[in-house]
């Protein structure tokens, strides 16, 4: 173990990664090798940023911190922190059951962790900041807001990270100019709802605007957005993806569900027309676009009807990149106060189970699709006797990834022209244009 090395462990979404980044540069800084999440832990001091939102996530984050209390234990490190949504939600509660924890930090005050940590003796004898250690330089996520004014039924996530509040568009631009400058050619834009970007410092969405700006920035290659809400969707947005060539045409937008009864217990402030019309919309003025949803079954009150109603929906709008789960009380939201979990589990899994096999037909002959395309490539890393890399179409880890045989040498982070000869239902398979 070496004892100048700190390892962060990230649980959770993209925006926990991206804190996660920040306190490695503030580490780095301060003269103490940081890496995140690294294949190996080996330094004597872990942070474990931990996720809350679900309770597969809880269990998760919960069970990683045992796991480290007993490195420490047994001597393999030195020193434990826990930070995040968890420790946010349930600080008191993780102080009494894990007391073994060295000292815990909730979402917002992470950052006095750097501040009450000795300097490094590194920098102390080099008078120098560390490079931060990436396991790939490049693409980063960047977060554009924090938290959330929505008040959906079955989601904790505001009463973790409170109400929307936005970052100012010439502070994000700057950090793509710099990172652009360290090499980084293709940004994941995030947040909890990015629709509803710059209401609170503009008075107006203003998610069409950043985009564009940063889209104008020379070096960046692609941008992906995340986590679109919609409700009152900026149909201007969809204007700057159409003509920006390096905003790819891909939106991951959450839409739970179709029924206009469910959607309205959900407290989703939309309908099945309007959900549907929007859709349409979306495809019809960005030919060619990608959506990636997420969808909920068994939430408290849903019916047979209901659910079939969503099944129909999936074979209407065949998404290209569909996720499901069932429904889950969490504490402290309006579904887990006002309604009865009513729906059996037996049934949510049968349901789940029902709506992915309907959605595996989709993606198989979507995948099928893109046979005899030729597509821009980027390289993210190589296995064995495989290039890995991605299209525009493509986020990185979930979304489906392009294999190309190490015959000819690559570089990872460049871009390559490849054309698909073959596809699985979650890789496709290409040989590079020459």
Same mark, same amino acid.
């Given at each position: 173990?070496?004892?100048?090395?700190?390892?962060?462990?990230?649980?959770?979404?993209?925006?926990?990664?991206?804190?996660?980044?920040?306190?490695?540069?503030?580490?780095?800084?301060?003269?103490?090798?940081?890496?995140? %999440?690294?294949?190996?832990?080996?330094?004597?001091?872990?942070?474990?940023?931990?996720?809350?939102?679900?309770?597969?996530?809880?269990?998760?984050?919960?069970?990683?911190?045992?796991?480290?209390?007993?490195?420490?234990?047994?001597?393999?490190?030195?020193?434990?922190?826990?930070?995040?949504?968890?420790?946010?939600?349930?600080?008191?509660?993780?102080?009494?059951?894990?007391?073994?924890?060295?000292?815990?930090?909730?979402?917002?005050?992470?950052?006095?962790?750097? =501040?009450?940590?000795?300097?490094?003796?590194?920098?102390?004898?080099?008078?120098?900041?560390?490079?931060?250690?990436?396991?790939?330089?490049?693409?980063?996520?960047?977060?554009?807001?924090?938290?959330?004014?929505?008040?959906?039924?079955?989601?904790?996530?505001?009463?973790?990270?409170?109400?929307?509040?936005?970052?100012?568009?010439? %502070?994000i631009i700057s950090e793509?100019?710099?990172?652009?400058?360290?090499?980084?050619?293709?940004?994941?834009?995030?947040?909890?709802?990015?629709?509803?970007?710059?209401?609170?410092?503009?008075?107006?969405?203003?998610?069409?605007?950043?985009?564009?700006?940063?889209?104008?920035?020379?070096? *960046?290659?692609?941008?992906?957005?995340?986590?679109?809400?919609?409700?009152?969707?900026?149909?201007?947005?969809? =204007?700057?993806?159409?003509?920006?060539?390096?905003?790819?045409?891909?939106?991951?937008?959450?839409?739970?569900?179709?029924?206009?009864? *469910?959607?309205?217990?959900?407290?989703?402030?939309?309908?099945?027309?309007?959900?549907?019309?929007? *859709?349409? =919309?979306?495809?019809?003025?960005?030919?060619?676009?990608?959506?990636?949803?997420?969808?909920?079954?068994?939430?408290?009150?849903?019916?047979?009807?209901?659910?079939?109603?969503?099944?129909?929906?999936?074979?209407?709008?065949?998404?290209?990149?569909?996720?499901?789960?069932?429904?889950?009380?969490?504490?402290?939201?309006?579904?887990? %106060?006002?309604?009865?979990?009513?729906?059996?589990?037996?049934?949510?899994?049968?349901?789940?189970?029902?709506?992915?096999? *309907?959605?595996?037909?989709?993606?198989?002959?979507?995948?099928?699709?893109?046979?005899?395309?030729?597509?821009?490539?980027?390289? %993210?890393?190589?296995?064995?006797?495989?290039?890995?890399?991605?299209?525009?179409?493509?986020?990185?880890?979930?979304?489906?990834?392009?294999?190309l045989h190490a015959?000819?040498?690559?570089?990872?982070?460049?871009?390559?022209?490849?054309?698909?000869?073959?596809?699985?239902?979650?890789?496709?398979?290409?040989?590079?244009?020459?």
């Open positions: 173990m070496i004892h100048n090395r700190i390892d962060i462990v990230t649980l959770g979404c993209y925006k926990n990664l991206v804190d996660s980044e920040c306190l490695q540069k503030m580490f780095c800084k301060k003269g103490y090798e940081c890496y995140v %999440d690294a294949p190996e832990v080996k330094g004597k001091t872990v942070v474990i940023n931990t996720c809350g939102f679900i309770g597969d996530a809880k269990e998760e984050s919960v069970n990683t911190i045992l796991q480290f209390v007993e490195a420490k234990k047994h001597g393999e490190i030195d020193t434990l922190y826990v930070m995040g949504c968890l420790s946010e939600r349930y600080l008191a509660d993780l102080q009494q059951e894990i007391p073994e924890v060295d000292k815990y930090y909730g979402k917002f005050d992470w950052s006095r962790m750097v =501040d009450e940590m000795p300097e490094s003796e590194g920098t102390k004898q080099n008078h120098t900041e560390i490079t931060p250690k990436r396991n790939i330089n490049h693409y980063r996520y960047i977060k554009i807001s924090e938290g959330c004014d929505r008040h959906c039924a079955y989601c904790a996530i505001p009463a973790m990270t409170g109400k929307h509040k936005s970052r100012r568009i010439e %502070d793509v100019k710099e990172l652009v400058s360290e090499g980084v050619r293709e940004f994941q834009i995030i947040a909890q709802e990015l629709t509803y970007y710059g209401v609170d410092i503009y008075g107006k969405r203003s998610i069409a605007e950043l985009i564009s700006q940063m889209a104008d920035i020379k070096g *960046v290659e692609w941008i992906r957005l995340h986590y679109a809400y919609p409700n009152l969707f900026p149909m201007e947005l969809l =204007d700057v993806m159409r003509e920006k060539d390096n905003v790819c045409k891909y939106l991951d937008i959450a839409l739970q569900h179709i029924s206009t009864s *469910v959607l309205k217990r959900m407290k989703r402030d939309t309908t099945k027309e309007e959900t549907m019309q929007l *859709v349409s =919309d979306l495809r019809k003025r960005v030919p060619g676009i990608v959506l990636r949803t997420t969808l909920m079954v068994g939430f408290p009150g849903e019916t047979d009807k209901d659910f079939d109603e969503l099944v129909e929906f999936v074979k209407w709008a065949r998404f290209e990149r569909m996720g499901a789960f069932a429904y889950s009380e969490e504490d402290g939201t309006y579904s887990a %106060d006002h309604y009865e979990d009513d729906v059996p589990e037996e049934i949510k899994q049968q349901r789940l189970d029902k709506l992915m096999r *309907v959605q595996q037909r989709i993606s198989a002959e979507i995948m099928e699709e893109n046979i005899g395309k030729t597509m821009k490539v980027i390289i %993210d890393r190589k296995e064995g006797e495989w290039y890995v890399g991605r299209n525009e179409y493509s986020s990185p880890e979930v979304d489906p990834e392009v294999l015959d000819n040498e690559l570089k990872t982070g460049e871009f390559y022209n490849v054309k698909i000869t073959a596809a699985e239902e979650f890789d496709l398979y290409g040989e590079l244009v020459k």
